[in-house]
């Protein structure tokens, strides 16, 4: 009997947060899309911790939103508690993180793609990827069939060859128990393919009914809901809200622990893999950290119908008798309950320079990759890299010309330039100080940043569009209102000047100078403007941001133009390095491997110095004024 064979125009492997988004992208592009999965129920799995966003993840979520993404929707509809974090900061570093129902957050996931035009979901894994000249051609299955395809996306997170450890157990499993994928790394290896051995873990999750919470500090969510999407109706998530909770580990925990480090998988060479560093495990925390006396645990519902707690900062891999002791020791879980045992997971992945900022594998035209199987961590850098992995396949088989962000538009083009331009040697998580131009790069203003983009791309509709360029023209229209109305040094001003702690004016000002002042902002201001017009809470806060950092916007803007100079100076992804006279034998080296599109990702190249680039400038320079055929160009 014949295999079954089929056709699409895109194969997607992986159905986690990378897998979803590449595949809903191209699906709704209107190519024929096919998602395998080695199991339908672990569709969009959360199998850490239970929340979206956070410390610039928030940023990543928002801005994949605003591309026209599904994670910032999926999470608005499935939240059990949303918080804005550091606000008592500068508005660079707020970001949004929400606990997630994890099992709706799944359900609604797959619901979506199940209800997509153009999209098939599929059970099988994936043991082989087909390509012949260096092209991909499709895929091949366990069980034999073949998929021909156009492109291929490979997000198969941390399933590859995966083995789940804690103590002396070591189980040949995915996250949470499921089926390994254990056939595709060979087939990677043999069309010369670079693989890594990564690790992350997780902590044990515990039953409700175990914890006494009269013992932990209460953590509620914010009193005013902001949506993840700028599609949802703000009004829509403002609702009752469960509470997480915060305990501290000691010096009796720490001991339990300092006592079995041999019984550590981590530290006794079970594992192999590298870890992140910074999601360390409890056993990691107390060996490097010696003199600390307290490590924070929070307390988080895994959802609203079920018993399971997930305890936020005690990932290990000690075995499940040290488990209990030690989690015994934490105020209010001394009778707790163990459901699921913390584990470490071991897992196959790429190194991630074998890619183009694209995410186009350099070796196999068609091959794209995205999510933790390019060597990073976190369901929304994962989710990220899926659809703009997703997005350029389907400008591949589009013929229509690639999207790629750089590092003054958005924290994604920050994240794929450090993972396709750096050596890394652990997980890549997402920090808002990787971000040079961070002010620029706030996730309040990703739909102002992205959404020509997205809308480009053909994945934001007109109307969402439309929105945005309203939202533009009203923000600059009350900039410019504000800046040119005047209020004089009356009783009524200099009183509320005097309520506010804020300096009584000797002549008049206008409103905008008024709105810099550090102890004053737009909101408060809004009694002594009789003319305000009504506008949404958001563009109140666009124009209240603009005025009060305007000088700093206007320098980072400075900035941004000298960073797009050298982004502007193209190079020849096929130009071979050593014909450059004056480069250091490291310089060629690191070059020749990592092909850049630009002298601006050359400059960040690890190995390739400010020299090695104003010999590389001085080069191209004579090449021009020569009319000698330049590597000033991508083919």
Not at 103 to 120: A, G, V
Not at 206 to 225: A, L
Not at 437 to 460: C, M, P
Not at 620 to 631: F, V
Request: some cysteine; aromatic content about 8%; charged content about 25%.
């Amino acid at each position: 009997m014949p295999n079954l064979e089929e056709t699409y125009d895109i194969v997607v492997v992986g159905a986690g947060h990378a897998g979803c988004e590449a595949a809903l992208a191209c699906a709704r592009l209107g190519l024929e899309t096919i998602l395998f999965t080695i199991s339908i129920d672990s569709v969009a799995l959360m199998p850490c911790n239970p929340n979206i966003g956070g410390s610039s993840k928030g940023h990543l979520v928002r801005e994949l939103d605003a591309l026209g993404g599904e994670m910032g929707k999926n999470i608005d509809k499935t939240f059990i508690q949303s918080k804005m974090l550091n606000e008592s900061k500068g508005p660079a570093v707020h970001s949004l993180r929400a606990q997630a129902d994890k099992q709706d957050y799944s359900r609604q996931m797959r619901k979506t793609l199940e209800n997509t035009e153009h999209l098939t979901l599929r059970q099988a894994e994936v043991s082989e990827i087909l390509a012949e000249n260096g092209k991909i051609k499709g895929v091949k299955t366990f069980s034999g069939a073949v998929y021909h395809s156009k492109a291929v996306v490979l997000a198969t997170g941390t399933y590859l060859n995966a083995r789940c450890i804690y103590g002396d157990v070591s189980n040949p499993t995915g996250p949470n128990g499921l089926q390994a994928a254990i056939h595709l790394t060979d087939s990677l290896k043999s069309c010369g393919i670079e693989m890594f051995r990564f690790k992350t873990g997780t902590p044990a999750r515990v039953d409700k009914r175990s914890i006494d919470f009269t013992k932990m500090e209460e953590q509620f969510g914010d009193s005013r809901i902001v949506p993840f999407s700028f599609s949802t109706d703000s009004e829509s998530v403002q609702k009752e809200q469960v509470s997480c909770w915060l305990t501290y580990t000691n010096e009796k925990t720490h001991g339990i622990i300092r006592e079995n480090l041999d019984r550590s998988p981590l530290f006794s060479g079970a594992i192999e893999g590298t870890g992140p560093r910074y999601c360390p495990s409890i056993e990691d925390k107390v060996v490097k950290f010696p003199d600390k006396e307290r490590h924070q645990v929070f307390i988080e519902p895994e959802g609203l119908y079920t018993n399971e707690m997930y305890l936020g900062g005690m990932s290990s891999s000690l075995p499940e008798d040290v488990q209990y002791a030690m989690y015994r020791t934490v105020p209010g879980l001394e009778h707790v309950k163990i459901v699921r045992n913390a584990y470490a997971i071991e897992y196959d992945c790429i190194n991630s320079r074998q890619l183009n900022a694209t995410l186009e594998f350099k070796k196999i035209e068609g091959l794209f990759s995205g999510g933790q199987f390019n060597g990073s961590s976190g369901y929304e850098e994962a989710a990220a890299q899926g659809f703009m992995a997703g997005v350029n396949a389907a400008m591949k088989v589009l013929e229509r010309e690639y999207v790629v962000l750089d590092r003054s538009q958005a924290y994604i083009g920050v994240l794929i330039d450090d993972l396709v331009t750096k050596e890394n040697h652990e997980p890549y998580r997402m920090m808002t100080s990787r971000a040079e131009y961070r002010l620029l790069l706030r996730q309040d203003n990703a739909d102002l940043r992205l959404r020509s983009i997205g809308h480009e791309i053909g994945l934001v509709s007109d109307e969402e569009f439309e929105k945005t360029l309203q939202k533009e023209k009203d923000i600059e229209t009350e900039i410019q209102r504000l800046e040119h109305t005047n209020i004089g040094a009356n009783r009524i001003v200099q009183e509320f000047l005097e309520k506010h702690g804020s300096t009584p004016l000797k002549t008049g000002a206008t409103l905008a100078e008024l709105v810099r002042r550090p102890e004053l902002d737009y909101f408060l201001l809004e009694e002594l403007d009789e003319k305000r017009p009504d506008l949404p809470r958001d563009t109140k806060e666009q124009v209240n941001i603009n005025i009060k950092y305007e000088g700093y916007i206007r320098r980072q803007k400075q900035q941004v133009a000298q960073f797009k100079k050298l982004e502007r100076k193209k190079l020849d992804v096929n130009f071979d390095y050593t014909l450059v006279k004056g480069l250091r034998k490291e310089a060629i080296q690191k070059l020749n491997i990592y092909k850049p599109m630009s002298i601006g990702q050359a400059s960040r190249i690890s190995g390739v110095s400010p020299a090695d680039i104003s010999v590389l400038l001085v080069y191209l320079e004579q090449l021009r004024y020569s009319g000698t055929s330049s590597p000033d160009r991508v083919n």
